[in-house]
């Protein structure tokens, strides 16, 4: 087991994964910028560096800097947590060069998935049902016209290095593809460093379903369950749940079994998911796989009883996976809402600002995630995110009861939070019932989805 680990993050996910150290009883280095100094993982870490000149918006993207702190504070592995330099094969390769163990999986396996052009490939040859569209990136706007018109309008138009929703457009006509092909290719260059941009049939009303893995070095992969992530606003995730109210047990089993085949086509080891999109069928189509931990990874750790981020730990230190398929039991119910410091009634605007007062949810079946504290400061150079309120119960109505008492009783003082929006959602019909897909804002709020 390794003696020192390196968390290359900030935020709630910093703090996620040193407390999963802590348990493992491994010593945490922390880093940070000049706008993270009072940050609680800083404050928590065995020790604690800061990147350089500490410039915000830069700093967590510095390769060099990140591997020469490891080096120099002897941390035999890192963790690169989720967004920043989670997918980026160059710094998996460069700790790889450097002797550093990166918990995740091989810079190999994050090309090869992270591209979402070789991923839809590698699906094909694995027999896993893919949505319809282009196999290789878009070069002109008549390679456009030809496939758009093969699929059929709405397409949408997708970063091929791209993830978390950034650089797509959805079109419904050939002008308006034709409109967006160079400002897709842009937003890919300006957020991914590659301009490739490939299309894919649209479901207007799916449901985001994602199974989340777990595989070792040895060939073993499980699933820990799927969830359902339709609750999205610009293609961000808002709300999570598991089980999803939209799968029936056939389909649930089918799915699971389609992300474990996946994984082991590739040869993948270590947490990931592979995302589907569910159409108005019930079919299901491969979109795409995050070769990382995501920030749902909590509905599926209560349903399942795995934590995943020791398991992630664990697997980077060459243990095998101690259970198989059959060994784990999923039990009842869990939601997730993210909290976000931005106002939705005013489109969801970022509130940056000092945390005056702070009282968190608490109680049998609530768990909250979070950095925050009075005193906070809350940067505007970051992700909004602010907290994640967690609620299991034995069933779903008991999981959303829990969740609008916990968000009633999660009071903030000193900046906005996307709490309200919550609670209009979670009683309102179409939640309810379970009916909803990816459409649910722009249908049912559009004045919040501009």
């Known amino acids: 087991m390794f003696k020192k680990l390196l968390i290359a993050n900030r935020g709630e996910i910093a703090m996620r994964i040193l407390r999963a150290c802590k348990d493992l009883e491994i010593e945490t280095v922390a880093i940070y910028t000049n706008a993270d100094e009072r940050s609680m993982h800083v404050m928590f870490a065995d020790e604690a560096h800061r990147l350089g000149d500490g410039t915000v918006t830069t700093a967590y993207l510095d390769i060099d800097e990140i591997v020469r702190i490891c080096k120099e504070t002897g941390a035999e592995a890192l963790h690169p947590g989720y967004g920043f330099l989670a997918e980026n094969e160059d710094f998996a390769r460069r700790c790889e060069a450097e002797g550093i163990e990166f918990v995740g999986p091989s810079a190999d396996l994050i090309l090869k998935m992270g591209h979402k052009t070789e991923a839809r490939d590698a699906m094909i040859d694995a027999g896993v049902p893919i949505i319809p569209g282009s196999t290789k990136g878009i070069e002109t706007d008549e390679e456009a016209i030809s496939m758009a018109s093969e699929i059929g309008f709405p397409i949408i138009l997708k970063a091929a290095a791209g993830g978390g929703g950034k650089g797509m457009r959805v079109c419904h006509s050939e002008s308006e593809m034709i409109e967006y092909l160079p400002l897709t290719r842009q937003q890919a260059k300006n957020f991914f460093g590659n301009?490739?941009?490939?299309?894919?049939?649209?479901?207007?009303?799916?449901?985001?379903?994602?199974?989340?893995?777990?595989?070792?070095?040895?060939?073993?992969?499980?699933?820990?369950?799927?969830r359902d992530c339709s609750i999205q606003r610009k293609h961000q995730k808002l709300i999570e749940e598991t089980p999803s109210p939209g799968l029936s047990e056939e389909q649930r089993v089918a799915i699971g079994a389609a992300a474990v085949k996946a994984a082991e086509f590739v040869g993948y080891y270590s947490a990931g998911t592979v995302e589907f999109l569910l159409d108005e069928k019930s079919d299901f189509y491969f979109m795409e796989m995050n070769t990382r931990i995501q920030v749902e990874h909590t509905v599926s750790e209560l349903l399942s009883g795995i934590d995943l981020i020791k398991a992630q730990i664990l697997i980077a230190a060459g243990a095998r996976l101690s259970y198989g398929q059959s060994d784990i039991q999923f039990r009842g119910h869990a939601i997730e809402c993210r909290v976000n410091a931005e106002d939705a009634s005013q489109g969801f605007m970022p509130s940056p600002g000092v945390i005056d007062h702070l009282h968190l949810p608490a109680g049998p079946g609530v768990r909250v995630d979070t950095h925050i504290y009075p005193g906070y400061e809350v940067s505007p150079y970051y992700d909004s995110m602010i907290a994640k309120v967690i609620t299991w119960g034995e069933d779903r109505p008991a999981a959303l009861s829990k969740m609008k008492r916990a968000l009633r009783e999660f009071r903030i003082s000193g900046i906005e939070t996307n709490i309200p929006f919550h609670l209009t959602v979670l009683e309102h019909g179409v939640f309810l019932d379970g009916t909803y897909s990816t459409r649910y804002l722009p249908e049912f709020f559009p004045a919040l989805d501009g």
């Open 195 to 226: 301009d490739l941009v490939y299309m894919e049939k649209y479901i207007e009303r799916g449901r985001h379903i994602e199974v989340q893995i777990l595989g070792d070095k040895h060939g073993n992969v499980i699933h820990a369950g799927e």
